[in-house]
């Protein structure tokens, strides 16, 4: 027997001989090539950075981010209470232009700033020491007169809620993530001297240590799994990183560590990166994973805006890595264990999410849960809660596909899933696609009526093009019309004015190789190309398998957060060989191959030692193109390309392609751009009232959700209609030229995120209701609450409140409650509080009441509403704890309930 040292020297030595083999015969023309980078065989080459493939164990990269290099001397920044963005109105930002000084002026909290100057030409040194002075005067004394401060848009901050001040902004190390300044340092000191706070750091800050040539070298033992041998050196070097990183991120207790710097099991990435790789390459450890995020026999949403689910409720990505596990292993005792779960989740979220009027369920884009980083900033946890995502409901939609199969399976009754899944499917063809567009719409999102928002949103087209959302036509119309940047496909397009790189102005491989998989489908090689160099480019240059970079530059430094070995990324770099070049799709009882090849890629493939249920696989593949000219199983022909669940052994599957053309299709590249900022609207007698935007062309205006029509104005003369409820927002529409060639131009118009919706409603429309009247009024030392009190509500307390309300007239109401919820901060934690209500004995759905700051219970905010029809006269409305409603935490679920809405329509 080998001694293990012995027998990783003979696996380097196969690896080096294979690779000197490779390299000789390697093209020399690109596999891709731009303006921007160029991707060869064995390279990497963008302006002076090179990456070069050393062997399929080796590569060396020059590679060194150039954002200290460019660092701007304008600084943008504002002031903070208690981590949030309550000081100026968005799109006004204080700023310094900083020369040699390293002192701010000082800055009076909340004085408008004028418009900042165009940006310097020279830059700002490295680890430059700097200090910003900050008058808090203005808060202070209404702290002292009022006991609160009101901040510009009616807000209040309690004196008694105070914690702290701090200064956010986009020049590193200060962060716009407003929840996170205490934790990044950002916070401001007393001076001790006329209400002056300070706050020290260092611009810019760099290490010299990051000066160096650096290299990769295969290290783990990777002998016992799946090997790779190609004619592109560059695929075969980082699939080898790749499984080594994977190897890497499996913790003691057999779960997989999400990052490097990032321990513990997230149900999205765990659950994405299964469905990409896992599944098939470390099925026990995936499955290890998936059980830490159950409770209660549910699957655990991940703490999130807002405290979590329902606010966040993409939590079923849980059932496609379930589903993908029991495909390749074939394990009917996880099939029935997954079943359970995904049932009982499901069962839930029906009660808690689903939307009658569209037949689509609500909440957060699935995995874009940043809120500002992809809404708009006057969106609330609440508002998301209700916006409906195409992401997150095709990720429903195939939630109930997976269990009408398990049900099948399982002698279950399974109709009932088919059926909603149909629901969802047709509510997403119905209201997200854009037909002038041709792709599906990001989200609805408004307050209450809701609007398309027509941004891209890269997962959620990809995944509609996978799960069959899209019919095969409306497939390759979004692959070839999708926007496409230069470095690959942004997470949403066009980006979002004023919001850092992370999810906004962001590309992360994840999601670049579901579109991959989805362009693969589609049959469109120019897109396939263009993404498999992003991944390549990438993982070659940084030497690793980063979570995200920034669109416009490339370069990993630059976004919010970002770590390297991220679990999802080497998943999405281990499918291109396993899911596009070896064609392999895991169904219930086989295998179908159908591999896609693009003809940059040409030459020999070979997967060996694949480890599938019962038997061992060597794949190879010949040649280019998406069509099978032969596929043999041990030399004989394998028919339907399907390889049956059944067999056992070592076997060998050979497919030669036909070296087909498939590059009929096209690609919507589009230059990375912005859209305006959202105009900043008002009501001022009968008057809809707004900012100029600059550069808008026009205004697009809308009513109670609908589009109304065009102005080129900034004001709209707006009639009441006595005694409805009656809403406005507004749009800014920007036309964009930019070159396609010497002498032509194209025309892109874009629209920008709605203003925050105005309502014009008269008195006699509202109708509020006191909680205390209904229930005992708590004593607990809160402020900036309606009338003589409020009611707490917990698992042990005021499980059920019937309010009986009278009303004049007959007909629809809208009906919300004024709350606050200080258990957690508004971007994590799980103790979104969560009630059911019932009108006159009819279910009318949940009302939410997502966290609004931790420990700040004098923050007073509103639920979601519910449209609900109510008699002439008493009605009895019901606000109870049932069992659906518990949340993530299970034992905090607690609210202060303020005064119930009630507003006719």
């Keep these: 027997m080998l001694t293990q040292p012995l027998f990783m020297k003979k696996t380097m030595l196969l690896f080096a001989l294979a690779g000197l083999s490779a390299c000789h015969t390697a093209q020399k023309t690109p596999l891709y090539d731009s303006y921007r980078f160029k991707v060869f065989p064995d390279k990497v080459v963008q302006g002076v950075h090179e990456a070069k493939i050393i062997s399929p164990t080796e590569i060396r990269s020059n590679y060194q981010s150039p954002a200290n290099a460019t660092f701007s001397r304008l600084i943008t920044f504002k002031i903070s209470i208690n981590e949030k963005d309550n000081e100026l109105p968005p799109g006004k930002d204080h700023w310094v232009v900083i020369g040699d000084e390293h002192e701010s002026p000082l800055i009076v909290f909340g004085s408008p700033p004028p418009p900042p100057p165009p940006p310097p030409t020279t830059f700002l040194p490295v680890n430059y020491e700097y200090t910003f002075m900050v008058d808090m005067t203005p808060v202070i004394k209404q702290f002292n007169e009022k006991g609160y401060y009101e901040a510009y848009d009616g807000t209040r901050v309690a004196k008694a809620d105070f914690k702290g001040f701090y200064v956010a902004g986009g020049a590193e190390p200060l962060s716009w993530d407003f929840v996170n300044l205490d934790n990044k340092g950002l916070k401001l000191i007393d001076s001790g001297v006329n209400n002056i706070h300070i706050l020290r750091v260092f611009l810019n800050p760099y290490d010299d240590e990051l000066e160096t040539e650096k290299t990769w070298k295969l290290s783990a033992d990777i002998s016992k799994r799946p090997q790779y041998h190609s ?284 579109w991959n998989l989805a362009a693969a489908k589609a049959g469109n090689e120019e897109a396939l190309n263009r993404g498999l160099a992003a991944i390549y480019r990438a993982g070659a240059l940084f030497l690793t398998n980063y979570e995200n970079f920034v669109a416009g530059t490339g370069d990993f430094d630059g976004t919010e957060i970002n770590s390297d070995r991220m679990l999802w990324s080497m998943a999405g770099n281990l499918a291109m060989v396993h899911r596009v070049f070896m064609g392999m799709s895991f169904e219930a009882d086989g295998i179908r191959f159908q591999p896609v090849v693009p003809k940059t890629y040409p030459g020999k493939k070979t997967l060996s030692n694949f480890h599938y249920r019962n038997a061992t696989l060597h794949i190879t593949v010949n040649g280019f193109g998406n069509q099978i000219k032969t596929i043999l199983l041990d030399g004989k022909p394998l028919k339907d390309a399907f390889l049956p669940a059944n067999l056992t052994g070592v076997h060998s599957i050979d497919i030669q392609l036909k070296n087909n053309d498939f590059s009929d299709q096209r690609v919507n590249w589009l230059p990375n751009f912005f859209t305006l900022p959202a105009p900043q609207a008002r009501r001022e007698g009968n008057l809809l009232k707004w900012d100029a935007v600059k550069d808008a062309k026009h205004y697009r205006v809308y009513k109670n959700g609908q589009y109304l029509g065009n102005t080129a104005k900034t004001e709209m003369e707006v009639s009441p209609i006595d005694g409805q409820f009656c809403e406005y927002k507004v749009s800014a529409v920007e036309e964009i030229l930019f070159p396609v060639g010497e002498l032509i131009a194209e025309e892109y118009v874009t629209e920008s995120f709605t203003s925050e919706p105005v309502v014009f409603t008269d008195a006699s429309a509202v109708k509020i209701f006191e909680m205390e009247t209904f229930a005992p009024a708590s004593k607990l030392p809160y402020s900036n609450f309606s009338g003589g009190g409020f009611v707490e509500i917990s698992t042990a307390t005021n499980r059920r409140i019937e309010c009986r309300i009278k009303v004049e007239t007959a007909g629809e109401y809208l009906l919300n409650v004024h709350y606050s919820n200080g258990s957690g901060p508004w971007n994590t934690d799980n103790k979104c509080a969560i009630r059911s209500l019932t009108v006159n004995g009819s279910y009318a759905g949940v009302l939410v009441f997502p966290q609004r700051g931790k420990d700040e219970w004098s923050d007073w905010g509103f639920s979601n509403s519910r449209s609900v029809s109510l008699q002439q006269g008493e009605n009895l409305v019901v606000i109870s704890f049932e069992d659906w409603n518990n949340n993530m935490s299970v034992d905090v679920n607690t609210a202060m309930l303020d005064y119930l809405s009630v507003v006719r329509k």
């Excluded at 027509?454 to 995944?463: N, V, Y």
Aim: glycine share 6%.
């Design 231 to 514: 004619d592109q050196p560059i695929v075969d070097a980082l699939f080898n990183l790749s499984l080594e990183e994977a190897t890497k991120n499996i913790e003691k207790d057999s779960t997989f560590r999400t990052g490097a710097k990032w321990g513990g099991v997230w149900t999205r990435d765990v659950s994405y990166s299964t469905l990409l790789a896992f599944a098939y390459h470390e099925p026990e450890v995936a499955k290890t994973s998936l059980r830490k995020k159950v409770k209660r026999n549910r699957i655990i949403q991940d703490t999130g805006s807002g405290g979590a689910w329902p606010v966040s409720s993409d939590r079923t990505t849980w059932a496609l890595a379930a589903w993908e596990i029991y495909k390749a292993t074939g394990d009917r005792n996880w099939l029935a264990e997954a079943f359970q779960v995904i049932k009982n989740s499901a069962d839930d979220d029906e009660k808690t999410l689903f939307d009658p009027q569209t037949g689509m369920y609500c909440g957060e884009s699935s995995f874009l849960d940043w809120r500002e980083q992809t809404y708009p900033k006057w969106m609330s946890n609440m508002d998301i809660y209700v916006s409906l995502n195409l992401g997150t409901n095709v990720v429903h939609y195939q939630t109930h596909r997976i269990l009408a199969e398990m049900a099948k399976i399982l002698g279950e009754p399974y109709q009932a899933y088919v059926f909603k899944a149909e629901t969802i499917k047709a509510g997403i063809n119905k209201h997200l696609w854009m037909p002038d567009k041709g792709y599906y719409a990001q989200y609805l999102y408004g307050r209450p009526n809701l609007t398309v928002s027509p941004r891209f949103e890269a997962l959620g087209e990809a995944l509609a093009v996978l799960f069959d959302v899209a019919d095969p036509v409306r497939a390759k119309t979004i692959v070839s019309k999708s926007p496409v940047t230069e470095y690959g496909v942004t997470c949403i397009f066009p980006q979002i004015p004023g919001i850092p790189p992370y999810h906004n102005d962001a590309i992360w491989p994840f999601v670049q190789s579901y």
